[in-house]
């Protein structure tokens, strides 16, 4: 993102912002995918543990998604500066 | 309100420290929007294109295909229902009913 239009004390606050929802962003995320993955892969209650089965899926559960987040991000990413685009050629007719 | 995009960028140049912060507002809601629709895209996808069986950990062909088809389908249907938006919205103004342009 360009900061240059920005004096100093607005581009600190921007960079505060961004730092603020990065942490945000990240624990939304953290905490959904938690609830995600025990929902697909905690199902048995005969133990307090996890079995082997549970963790195996647990992991697989997380790495996929991690996998699906970078592709999403790659197409958002993609269509989204096309969209920007559009939006700013019709501002300027 | 325009519906059809979202995200009109601020674009000016030399700016006052007035024209700044409001420029830094808007940004500000710029990022929150974007934010807000990756998430609901991400959401949305994962549900229509991962299935809940954790056999393997990578993306298969066709799950990886899925996720392409529904973020691309995602912005359409996005940009369609704003265009239809605005539509009616401008049938109601055209129309005189006040009160109903809900979006004007």
């Known amino acids: 993102m360009d900061f240059s239009q920005l004096n100093d004390a607005d581009r600190q606050r921007m960079q505060q912002m961004l730092e603020r929802n990065q942490m945000r962003d990240f624990m939304r995320m953290y905490s959904s995918l938690v609830q995600r993955c025990f929902d697909s892969c905690v199902d048995d209650f005969t133990s307090k543990a996890l079995s082997t089965k549970e963790d195996g899926c647990l992991m697989r559960c997380t790495e996929k998604f991690m996998k699906h987040s970078e592709r999403v991000g790659q197409r958002f990413a993609e269509l989204n500066t096309a969209l920007m685009e559009e939006q700013s050629a019709q501002g300027q007719k | ?104």
């Open chain 2, 1 to 104: 309100m325009n519906f059809g995009g979202m995200f009109g960028g601020a674009g000016a140049s030399g700016v006052s420290a007035q024209q700044s912060s409001a420029q830094l507002m808007m940004a500000e809601q710029e990022i929150e929007m974007v934010t807000d629709l990756y998430n609901r895209v991400s959401d949305s996808c994962h549900a229509k294109c991962i299935p809940p069986t954790y056999h393997e950990s990578d993306l298969n062909k066709g799950e990886s295909v899925c996720l392409d088809r529904c973020v691309a389908k995602f912005f359409e249907t996005n940009k369609k229902i704003g265009a239809k938006l605005q539509e009616i919205s401008q049938q109601n103004q055209a129309t005189q009913q006040p009160g109903v342009g809900l979006f004007g």
